[in-house]
Structures are given as C-alpha cells and as structure tokens.
C-alpha cells in the first residue's frame, strides 16, 4: 500500500539521530507520503526545510492554539512567505485548547481566525488542533471560514462526539484518525469510525506522540499508519488495501498533490 501520514512532526529533535531509518521503515511498512506540520514559527521553518528537502515529504505551517501569543503582524507576514513555498501545502496545525488553556480564549480565537484568513488569502486548507474545544472550533469555522473564500478543513485527532462528526462531515470536513482509535477505552471513537464515509477520512500518527497500543508509551513513528489502517479496515470490515488507498486518495486531494514521492 501507499499509504499516507497525514500528521507527523518529523521535525523534531527526537528524530535527530535516526531520522532517515524512520523514513526507511515507514516505506518498508507501506508508508509513502508524509505531512509535517507546525505548531510555532520555528517549527514552521523547519517543517518547510524538511520538505524541501525530501521528494515524499510536504508541509503545514502555522502557530498552535498554546502558542497564540506568539501571532502578530510579523509573524503572520513570516508564515505566509513560508506558505508560498511550493512543498508548504497547508496552514496547521491551528485551533482551539481548552485543556491546557495556555491563552485566554480571546487570544487563542483571535490567532485561530487570522490563520484561517491567512489560509484563504494564500488558498490553502487548514488542519485543526482541538482538546476540549470541539464546540467552539466548529462555531469558529462556521463563522470566519464559509462562502467564497472557505478552504478545506481537517479535523487532526477527531476527538469529538457523533453529533459534532456528523456536522463536520456535513460541512465536508476530513475527520483525522490514528493512535487513538486503538486504545482500550476508545469505544466512542471506533463507533464514529464504523459510519463516517470513507471519503472522509484520513490517517495520521502525530508522531512522535499517540503510539498506538501496543506500542503506547514508546516514540511513535510513521510506519504505525499501517497499525491504524488495519484496525479500521477490520472495524469497518473492509479490506485494508481498499482503505489504504482511498484515504490517501483523500489526503492527495486534499493537500493538492498531483505527484508520486518519485515524481516530486
């Protein structure tokens, strides 16, 4: 299979020493297209380095909710020169935390709101942070990102309930699935998992956080794509090759990639 992971921080320094054999054993377990998104300026740099690195590797970049503070003019006139490179194929990861409440919610809406216009002036989709502010992240798409100007949305970790899944897909959301889906006690999210479309989903690890069981508690890497699609293919009873290649259809389609790693 090619798979894709659609969520992936391989620029972080936990990756230093083996970055490459992590590369290497993600394609040995079928894993070909990689997304590596930001959550502050310096991680946006890096993210854009990396891919520009790489022929199988893109990038988001953007300042997460626990780093809102950090959104200002010049920052905002920094991420979209980054957003202009060509392998820099979306604006994230950006939303809403209310668990950490690093900022007043003020702050986090107001830096949520401007890189979602900063994603429509550069005409780029958006992958959503959410915890404990799924009500909130809906409310604020439905405001500031609607009409003409939307742009594609990507719920990274879905972490809501059925009714908010539902809305989403409605609004022709992806809804993001990984680790989680394989934990003991994620029964609510394997049974949003069984009904949402297929066209709507896509496969992250978030690497290097989220390992699936069993390998909980251990850095996490891409090559577990491969333990999350099997475990959706057997709840939704669906041969894991066919699900493979419809979520990376939807991811491809989703970031506008019209190559192969080979071709890119």
């Not at 980054?82 to 194929?89: D, E, K, M, S």
């Not at 604020?140 to 003409?148: F, H, I, P, S, T």
């Not at 990984?178 to 978030?206: K, M, N």
């Amino acid at each position: 299979m090619d798979l894709f992971d659609t969520h992936c921080h391989l620029d972080l320094d936990v990756y230093d020493g083996d970055r490459d054999e992590v590369f290497a054993r993600a394609n040995a377990a079928g894993v070909h297209y990689f997304l590596n998104p930001a959550f502050d300026m310096a991680s946006s740099a890096r993210a854009a380095a990396l891919a520009a690195s790489r022929r199988d590797t893109w990038a988001a970049v953007g300042i997460h909710p626990n780093a809102a503070g950090d959104l200002n003019d010049g920052a905002l006139a920094d991420l979209r020169a980054l957003a202009g490179q060509p392998r820099v194929v979306a604006i994230g990861e950006i939303g809403l935390d209310y668990h950490w409440n690093s900022y007043p919610p003020d702050v986090a809406r107001a830096a949520f709101v401007g890189q979602i216009e900063l994603a429509q002036v550069m005409r780029k989709p958006i992958l959503i942070h959410c915890r404990d502010a799924m009500a909130d992240v809906l409310d604020a798409l439905a405001v500031a990102n609607r009409g003409d100007d939307a742009v594609p949305v990507l719920l990274h970790a879905f972490s809501g309930d059925e009714l908010q899944a539902r809305i989403a897909v409605e609004r022709g959301y992806l809804i993001g699935l990984g680790g989680p889906l394989t934990y003991q006690r994620a029964d609510a999210l394997r049974a949003i998992a069984c009904w949402v479309p297929l066209g709507s989903i896509v496969l992250e690890t978030d690497s290097p956080y989220l390992s699936p069981h069993p390998f909980r508690g251990r850095r996490n890497e891409p090559r577990h794509v491969a333990d999350v699609a099997a475990r959706l293919a057997a709840i939704r009873g669906i041969d894991p090759s066919e699900l493979g290649l419809q979520t990376t259809l939807n991811a491809l389609r989703f970031f506008n990639i019209h190559s192969t790693p080979a071709q890119a």
